[in-house]
């Protein structure tokens, strides 16, 4: 899940460069300012989180975050296949999906991690290669597909925050059912 939506941000690394300055031929004064909003994004979904946790789950926040990505991944492709794919309207669909990972990330590594105490450093690592290996694939696959077009970038952002969306729900399944479970391995003992 968290390999999915973190594989966007590498399409965003690598495919930001054409869409700012090739496709919307801004300068190279004006690009580390549209590319620093996102990170901003990041860092204030990220403060944000840490107040929200006071009121709801780490899996609230995290679905939460994976929504707005996929939500934001689906308009800005619609937006790519029309003619309205103006900057104004790009540039805060972009930093809502890159500034998403600020409330996937954490929420992620906590929800995880607690299955994983004993273990942690490995379970850590283990999740960064994982997170690095899809990010690299997700940015080969925009290589792969550029056609000095918009479209295969919100494609394939479209397509990582749909693997992540798929797998909070296969998550979630799978907590129900652990959960059903218990409470019928409860009742037997009783």
């Known amino acids: 899940m968290l390999a999915s939506a973190y594989s966007g941000m590498f399409v965003f690394i690598t495919a930001s460069p054409y869409l700012y300055l090739e496709h919307f031929e801004q300068n190279e004064q004006t690009f580390p300012w549209l590319f620093g909003a996102n990170v901003i994004v990041i860092m204030l979904m990220n403060r944000l989180n840490i107040f929200w946790l006071r009121y709801w789950s780490p899996q609230r926040l995290l679905t939460a975050g994976i929504l707005l990505q996929f939500a934001s991944a689906l ?16 540039l805060p669909l972009l930093m809502i999906y890159v500034g998403s990972l600020g409330l996937i ?13 004993e273990v ?17 694939l997700a940015g080969l696959l925009w290589g792969k597909l550029h056609d000095h ?10 397509l990582t925050a749909s693997l992540a969306l798929v797998f909070l729900l296969f998550a979630r399944k799978a907590s129900q059912s ?13």
């Open 149 to 158: 077009t918009p479209v295969p970038m919100m494609e394939v952002s479209l």
């Open 120 to 136: 942690a450093g490995s379970a850590t690592a283990l999740m960064g290669v994982i997170q690095f290996s899809g990010g690299a």
């Open 75 to 90: 308009a800005l492709l619609l937006l790519a296949l029309s003619p309205h794919f103006k900057l104004p309207v790009v």
């Open 105 to 117: 990330t954490a929420n992620t590594m906590g929800t995880v991690m607690q299955y994983f105490r």
């Open 178 to 190: 652990e959960a059903s479970q218990s409470g019928i391995h409860a009742s037997a003992t009783d």
